[in-house]
C-alpha cells in the first residue's frame, strides 16, 4: 500500500479504530502494529500514541471495537424478534463478521503477553454473555414459548447455555446454516 500523506490534522479516536478495523478486515490482527494505523490514517505515529500507550492497548480497543461491530443491531432493532429469529439473528451476525474479519476469532488471544490474553479474553466472554443476554430477552418476550417446558432439572439457563454452546460449535466449524439447531430449539420450547 502507497504511504498516504501526512495528516496535519489529529485524527480522532473512532477514526483511529475504523482503520484498525479495516487494518483487521484486510490483512488479520498479526498485522495490527502503531506504524500501519499511523499510516492507515495518514498521521504521524506520535498522534497514535495520544489515544493508545502501546500497541497491547491498540489491539484490545481494536478487539473491542470488532465485538462491537458484530453486535451493532440494538434492542429496538430486535424488538418483536422470536426466540429463533434472534437464535438466526446471532449466528448470521457472527457469521457476517467472520467473513469481514478473517481468522479474528482464533488469532485474537494469540497476540498477547499474558496480561492482555486474560483482557482479550474477558472481552470475547463479555460479548458471548451479551449474546446470552439478548436470547434470554427474546426466549422471555416470545409469547409462543410453552409455558411447561422447562423445569428445575432444565431450567432457561442451562437451555440457553446449550443454545449458545451449540452456535459457538456450529461458527467454529463454519457450517453455513444453524438450521439443525433451530430445529432442536423449535422442538424443545414450542
Known amino acids: 500500500m502507497e ?24 490483512e488479520g490482527l498479526p498485522a495490527l502494529n502503531m506504524r500501519a494505523v499511523a499510516q492507515r490514517c495518514g498521521v504521524a505515529l506520535g498522534s497514535i500514541y495520544n489515544y493508545f500507550s502501546d500497541k497491547d492497548e491498540l489491539v484490545l480497543e481494536t478487539i473491542e471495537s470488532v465485538w462491537r461491530d458484530i453486535f451493532h443491531m440494538d434492542s429496538r432493532d ?10 438466526q439473528w446471532i449466528f448470521d451476525s457472527v457469521r457476517r463478521a467472520a467473513g469481514e474479519y478473517p481468522n479474528f476469532f482464533t488469532a485474537h488471544s494469540l497476540s498477547f503477553a499474558s496480561d492482555g490474553r486474560d483482557r482479550a479474553k474477558n472481552t470475547m466472554y463479555r ?15 416470545d409469547p409462543a414459548v410453552r409455558p ?15 443454545v449458545l454452546s451449540g452456535l459457538i460449535v456450529l461458527l467454529i466449524q463454519q457450517k453455513d446454516d444453524c438450521r439443525v439447531l433451530l430445529e432442536m430449539v423449535r422442538r424443545t420450547i414450542y
Do not use: W
Open 78 to 87: 430486535r424488538d418483536g424478534l422470536s426466540f429463533t429469529e434472534t437464535v
Open 148 to 162: 411447561d417446558c422447562f423445569a428445575e432439572d432444565f431450567s432457561q439457563a442451562d437451555f440457553l447455555d446449550f
Open 3 to 26: 504511504a498516504s500523506p501526512i495528516n496535519t490534522v489529529v485524527t480522532s479516536k473512532e477514526a483511529i479504530l475504523k482503520a484498525c478495523r479495516e487494518i483487521v478486515s484486510e
Open 127 to 141: 460479548y458471548l454473555e451479551h449474546m446470552k443476554a439478548g436470547m434470554a430477552e427474546a426466549l422471555a418476550a
